[in-house]
């Protein structure tokens, strides 16, 4: 079956440090790759896709991800932590075909340390 | 609407006890997607719309759960018969279309079956 995984379900940063957070899934076959953020009591916010073309992703909020088929890998970075980013954070994939949903990995929680 | 809307946003009932759960998705977007998030989980997909019709059911855990979308806009998730194992944040999204373009989440209704 196709999953996704995450490793770590928890990662704690300094403020202004590097964030990575990793994702692989499994597939021969390039799906799409999505990262979702949710903030406490709300609905899943989209961060960044890769659909074709350009595997490095620039999305919102200064994030980015690239992909990279050969480690079948679509990591989450950010250069410098903010306060702000403190959240939990969601890869998922879409593989097509008949089916239309996303398969969602088990989520990150990213702290920030003042 | 500009946005996702889910109502209500709690639900708290009693074991046994019958409930609705509403989504009112982005207008125009044609495909519809319910998902539900447990404490500490990623999404798990339950069930998918394309215009009127259930387009892939298959993450529907059994048959206390069903969903309907008459009118290809307003979906209502119906639980029979609820066990407190359905307790969790049930997500609903709508994309103008397939997945691959990435979806709109409504901020959810948490159930807390009793």
């Known amino acids: 079956a196709q999953s996704v995984t995450q490793l770590g379900s928890h990662v704690s940063v300094s403020e202004g440090a590097l964030v990575l957070l990793r994702c692989n899934y499994s597939s021969s076959v390039p799906p799409y790759l999505f990262w979702y953020v949710q903030y406490p009591n709300q609905g899943l916010q989209l961060l960044l896709k890769?659909?074709?073309?350009?595997?490095l992703v620039k999305g919102i909020n200064g994030f980015e991800a690239e992909f990279k088929k050969s480690e079948t890998s679509f990591h989450l970075t950010k250069p410098s932590a903010h306060m702000s980013d403190a959240a939990e954070y969601f890869c998922?994939?879409?593989?097509?075909?008949?089916?239309?949903?996303?398969?969602f990995g088990k989520g990150t929680k990213l702290s920030v340390k003042p | 609407g500009a946005g996702v809307s889910q109502t209500p946003s709690n639900k708290v009932t009693e074991k046994g006890k019958y409930v609705e759960l509403r989504c009112d998705p982005i207008?125009?977007?044609?495909?519809l997607y319910w998902y539900r998030q447990s404490l500490g989980q990623g999404p798990e997909f339950l069930i998918y719309?394309?215009?009127?019709?259930?387009?892939?059911d298959s993450g529907l855990p059994n048959d206390r759960f069903f969903a309907v979308r008459p009118e290809g806009s307003v979906s209502t998730l119906k639980i029979q018969r609820t066990e407190r194992g359905d307790s969790a944040v049930y997500l609903c999204a709508s994309s103008s279309d397939r997945a691959g373009y990435g979806y709109t989440f409504g901020s959810g209704t948490r159930l807390t079956v009793v």
């Open positions: 890769y659909t074709t073309g350009a595997t």
């Open positions: 207008s125009g977007h044609t495909a």
């Open positions: 719309f394309q215009g009127t019709g259930a387009a892939d």
């Open positions: 998922a994939v879409f593989y097509g075909g008949s089916q239309g949903n996303l398969i």
